[in-house]
């Protein structure tokens, strides 16, 4: 299983806006992805309620997984837009 633990950049947290960013990249990743905060239980990273439902703040540690193969480089995409606060997904890493 290939797993990211990063802080969320986005002062607002992963809240209505970089929410929204973050899950349509998770969905654009093309590999399920799942996303926990700190004692949480893992939630599908491409659904907007469930991301909204941890209730994420800035500056948080969240845990991003996959269990497929060739997961790394989804993961790592996504675990920079997460860190940098980024308005959308990079194109490399």
């Known amino acids: 299983m290939a797993e990211r633990r990063v802080k969320v950049g986005w002062t607002e947290g ?3 806006r970089p929410a929204s960013i973050f899950v349509r990249a998770s969905t ?8 926990a905060k700190n004692g ?3 939630v599908n ?3 907007m ?3 909204l439902g941890l209730g994420v703040e800035g500056g948080e540690e969240i845990v991003l997984t996959s269990d497929v193969d060739g997961a ?5 995409r996504l675990a920079k837009l ?3 606060g980024l308005d959308e997904l990079p194109e490399t890493v």
């Open 14 to 16: 992963l809240h209505a």
């Open 72 to 76: 790394d480089a989804a993961l790592d």
């Open 40 to 42: 949480s239980k893992p």
């Open 49 to 51: 309620l469930a991301v």
């Open 28 to 35: 654009a990743s093309g590999v399920p992805v799942t996303i």
């Open 82 to 84: 997460v860190a940098d």
């Open 45 to 47: 990273a491409a659904s």
